[in-house]
């Protein structure tokens, strides 16, 4: 008999634990904020993707993206809403996602969008940081989602916003 109560007790705890549980980012879009934690205590960021550009224009006339190519630049806001210090390279954790569901990583390449995060921050708790980061992708994409991750994007807790 308790064999089969354990596996029913375990779903009856379990069904309050999902009722309270966030029901994700899908509907977050371009402006919206989301609060991310990391892998340290006290390791907190409210993002925000304030703007998408697409296409953006290489900053550098050497740089160009490949033929086949173009640039997406994305700016985000990240607010240190934690009590540890916050010392991350944010192009390692951000992703942006094609209508086809292909993932690109950062780009080397700046943009005339806006200034770009240097190759790593550190803000403090209270403290803000506000940049893009560039993607190179394929001409025949167009960039439908952009996700972040804290601490060089390893952290579980992942944003996800939707571009119009």
């Avoid at 308790?2 to 966030?22: D, E, I, K, M, N």
């Avoid at 994409?141 to 916003?161: K, L, N």
Wanted: aromatic share 6%.
């Amino acid at each position: 008999m308790l064999r089969r109560t354990a596996p029913l007790l375990t779903c009856l705890l379990a069904v309050p634990a999902l009722a309270l549980a966030p029901l994700g980012t899908a509907d977050s879009k371009v402006g919206n904020t989301l609060h991310l934690t990391g892998f340290k205590s006290g390791e907190t960021l409210d993002v925000t993707v304030t703007k998408v550009v697409e296409p953006a224009h290489p900053k550098d006339s050497f740089l160009k993206p490949a033929a086949g190519d173009h640039l997406v630049a994305v700016q985000f806001r990240l607010k240190n809403t934690g009590t540890a210090v916050y010392d991350d390279s944010p192009s390692n954790g951000a992703t942006v996602i094609d209508k086809h569901g292909q993932r690109f990583s950062s780009s080397l390449n700046d943009s005339t969008a806006g200034p770009s995060f240097p190759g790593s921050i550190t803000i403090s708790p209270g403290k803000t940081a506000l940049g893009f980061i560039t993607f190179e992708v394929p001409n025949t994409s167009r960039v439908v989602t952009v996700q972040f991750a804290m601490d060089s994007g390893f952290s579980d807790d992942v944003g996800e916003w939707q571009v119009p």
